[in-house]
């Protein structure tokens, strides 16, 4: 336990209609992304996720589709925190403008 919270790196950007996720991996399930930022999200998902679990992630905003590869940093009843750990470029794009639309609304 730490004395105090460690601040984001980014900010968490709240999402009034979720994004669904699309989880990949020997059992692909849903999930959907309640906040996202630049650097992780919180995840909750229809299967059980424990903390280092490696999850390759399909997000779609509109038609886009945007891919990334997560690591579950905690877990809880309301979700999982998810740090991103790699993305293309053009993905990272997407989310960049993505995020930046939401903090515009």
């Not at 460690?6 to 999930?31: N, W």
């Not at 280092?52 to 589709?65: A, H, T």
């Not at 590869?69 to 960049?96: F, Q, W, Y």
């Amino acid at each position: 336990n730490r004395p105090f919270p460690v601040p984001r790196r980014y900010t968490r950007i709240p999402l009034e209609s979720p994004l669904s996720a699309q989880i990949a991996g020997a059992q692909a399930h849903t999930g959907r992304l309640r906040t996202i930022s630049l650097g992780g999200a919180c995840l909750q998902s229809s299967r059980k996720l424990a903390v280092g679990d490696s999850i390759k992630l399909e997000v779609r905003s509109g038609l886009r589709k945007i891919h990334f590869t997560a690591v579950v940093r905690n877990s809880g009843p309301d979700g999982n925190g998810i740090e991103i750990v790699h993305m293309k470029e053009d993905d990272h794009e997407k989310l960049r403008r993505l995020v930046q639309k939401h903090l515009r609304d």
